[in-house]
């Protein structure tokens, strides 16, 4: 277990609201991610941080921004979600800095944009 | 234009006898491989990885061969038990540590047979 928490995991929102995701991990550990899981797409990174305020974009960031304010919590923001953003989201962490080391993922959001 | 392939959605094999799942790639940057297991409702959860300097990586039941110059690598499990009825993803990275991300594969549904 990998002590990584996210909330919620489910919601349910309207087109144009704002929405926040949270992952939180229980270690201090300085890298983290956020992947979207969408059929016929596989897990796609969207966000990724390297540490407290460093972050950067992976290849689908476009709609959504981060944060990180503390080590152990890694916020998804969607500022106006779109029906495209209708995914399930996943947070990912690395435990070491090991070349080849795995990433170690979260049980998931899932977010339903109506 | 994507960088990780498996080409096959799902794959249907008897319970005692052997899975091979396949996956091509296209980025000769990449340097380590894994594969991922995962179940509905959850994460990915790491299975085993190789790194482009070998050839073959085994673990258990589990059994990664690399091609390097054909770019493609396949996960072997032998012999196949009803749990391990999952789709199993294919992810590579450059570096493979520190914020190197993964790219993924759309994953292959594979399903047990009794």
């Known amino acids: 277990d990998a002590g990584i928490t996210q909330s919620p995991r489910h919601k349910v929102t309207e087109t144009g609201t704002p929405v926040t995701l949270r992952c939180h991990q229980t270690?201090?550990?300085?890298?983290m991610y956020w992947y979207r899981q969408d059929p016929g797409h596989g897990l796609r990174l969207i966000h990724y941080s390297y540490g407290v305020k460093d972050t950067d974009k992976g290849e689908v960031s476009d709609g959504y921004s981060v944060s990180r304010s503390k080590t152990e919590d890694f916020l998804l923001t969607l500022e106006s979600a779109t029906s495209s953003q209708t995914s399930v989201y996943f947070c990912?962490?690395?435990?070491?800095?090991?070349?080849?080391?795995?990433?170690?993922f979260g049980n998931g959001t899932r977010l339903t944009v109506t | 234009d994507q960088q990780v392939k498996q080409n096959s959605p799902s794959l249907s094999v008897q319970e005692g006898r052997i899975s091979i799942l396949n996956c091509d790639y296209t980025?000769?940057?990449?340097?380590?491989f894994l594969w991922y297991k995962k179940y509905p409702a959850e994460g990915p959860t790491f299975l085993i990885s190789?790194?482009?300097?070998?050839d073959k990586n085994e673990d258990g039941r589990f059994t990664v061969f690399l091609n390097k110059s054909a770019k493609h690598l396949s996960l072997h499990i032998v012999p196949s038990q009803p749990g391990d009825s999952a789709v199993y993803f294919c992810a590579a990275s450059e570096r493979g540590g520190g914020a190197d991300g993964l790219t993924f594969g759309k994953g292959t549904h594979l399903i047990i047979q009794p």
């Open positions: 270690e201090n550990h300085r890298y």
């Open positions: 190789i790194s482009s300097i070998k």
């Open positions: 980025n000769s940057m990449f340097d380590y």
């Open positions: 990912a962490i690395r435990t070491t800095d090991r070349a080849g080391s795995p990433l170690h």
